[in-house]
């Protein structure tokens, strides 16, 4: 533990406080977390450095920070591109602002563990294939389906997965990106069971398509859309709930297509 | 017997999920936990014939409440819990026949499948907003009685 004293606003530069409170909530909203659990984090944060008069303003675009410190007035804003969940980095974040404002890291410290959690381990390829099977390919169980539709969907989400992230690389707007997805999803589920009726195993094209379609579909980011307007932030709300909506219609369109070319 | 296999198949659905948005190796197990949450008593009222709006929102209200449970123990934000453990809830299966009934010119058919996946993420929403105020108010009695 550090005592208190050291630990007043007068040790540190203020941008230095502003910029590290800025950088935490940029990188947990990038992680996937709630608008106003990172609105909290700031806010406390700041709060343990003794800040005053602090607003904290988060989008999935934007985060805005206004606040008094050491009696300047100062703002900062920065501008947010490209989140994807990821839930480790999540809960490193929460940790950090956590033992932060707690008093349990000073800042040097929790900027070390704030650069170290760019470079946290992912899984490794073939983990997150099987992960990726899994998650699409057990969907057919819960909807009645056989084990002979389960195989090819287990197959056929962990193929839609690994060209989905290979896509993500190229830099497409997710618009495009997502019509894509939805093509190539639609594309491996049909092949896969036009190939298995090929050696005589006959299984339901509809229940197969579902699990490469869940791996893409935007079922998280509508909800938290929907919870953040419940919670009370409605521009972060409604510009998720958008951008989900977007990806549906996309998805929509790229399967719409392939399926207006084989039925 | 089919009700326990449709349990393992949330608990991997869920698990699969969770190694897709990277959770942490050790907490896995307790993701697909969440996951069969949301399975059983959806599953439960669905085959009762409870309808789909009152399953989903039983699935979701018992994944936050799971959620909290972990997330107390373990010392993590909630959320990373409900996160993947909604997801044998969330309306892929509705939001494809949408697609396909579109593409067909079924458009009758295509709305009411939107609807249903609309009603189901607003409904997922509500379940996780209701076991989050749950969990507030057990923790303030909890705090006034100390």
Redesign the interface.
């Known amino acids: 533990m550090i005592d208190r004293e050291n630990q007043n606003t007068g040790k540190y530069g203020n941008e230095e406080i502003l910029i590290f409170a800025i950088t935490l909530g940029k990188r947990m909203l990038q992680a996937g977390a709630e608008t106003y659990r990172v609105e909290d984090s700031v806010s406390r944060v700041l709060e343990s450095q003794g800040v005053r008069h602090i607003d904290v303003f988060a989008i999935p675009t934007a985060v805005f920070i206004s606040c008094e410190i050491n009696g300047e007035k100062m703002n900062i804003f920065e501008r947010i591109k490209g989140t994807n969940i990821d839930l480790e980095r999540f809960q490193a974040l929460n940790q950090i602002s956590r033992d932060f404002s707690s008093g349990v890291y000073d800042l040097k410290k929790a900027k070390e563990e704030l650069d170290k959690i760019s470079a946290t381990p992912k899984f490794n390829l073939f983990w997150s294939w099987l992960g990726a099977c899994a998650g699409g390919g057990f969907f057919v169980f819960l909807f009645d389906g056989g084990v002979m539709e389960f195989i090819v969907s287990f197959l056929a989400s962990g193929v839609t997965a690994l060209c989905f992230n290979s896509l993500s690389k190229l830099g497409f707007s997710f618009f495009i990106k997502n019509v894509i997805g939805g093509f190539i999803a639609g594309l491996f589920g049909f092949s896969f069971v036009k190939l298995a009726g090929l050696i005589g195993l006959n299984c339901d094209i509809n229940l197969v398509i579902i699990g490469p379609l869940m791996t893409l579909v935007p079922g998280v980011a509508i909800t938290t859309g929907i919870r953040d307007v419940i919670a009370g932030d409605l521009v972060a709300g409604n510009a998720k709930i958008m951008e989900a909506v977007f990806i549906a219609i996309g998805l929509a369109f790229g399967v719409g297509i392939l399926l207006r070319m084989v039925f | 017997m089919d009700m326990i296999?449709?349990l393992?198949?949330?608990f991997?659905?869920a698990?699969?999920?969770?190694?897709?948005?990277?959770?942490?190796k050790r907490?896995i197990p307790c993701a697909g936990i969440s996951g069969v949450a949301a399975?059983l008593p959806y599953l439960l009222i669905l085959q009762s014939g409870g309808g789909l709006i009152l399953a989903v929102i039983a699935g979701s209200i018992a994944v936050g409440l799971t959620a909290e449970f972990f997330a107390y123990y373990t010392r993590?934000?909630s959320?990373?819990f409900t996160?993947?453990g909604?997801?044998?809830l969330?309306?892929?299966?509705s939001?494809?026949?949408?697609?396909?009934y579109?593409?067909?010119n079924n458009v009758d058919q295509a709305a009411q499948k939107g609807a249903e996946a609309v009603i189901t993420?607003?409904s997922?929403?509500?379940g996780?907003?209701i076991s989050m105020s749950i969990k507030r108010e057990f923790t303030a009695i909890k705090n006034r009685r100390k």
């Open positions: 296999f449709k393992l198949a949330g991997f659905c698990a699969g999920f969770s190694v897709m948005f990277n959770m942490p907490l399975t993590n934000p959320s990373i996160i993947p909604i997801i044998p969330v309306p892929g299966y939001l494809y026949y949408a697609m396909l579109l593409v067909q993420a607003i997922i929403a509500c996780i907003a």
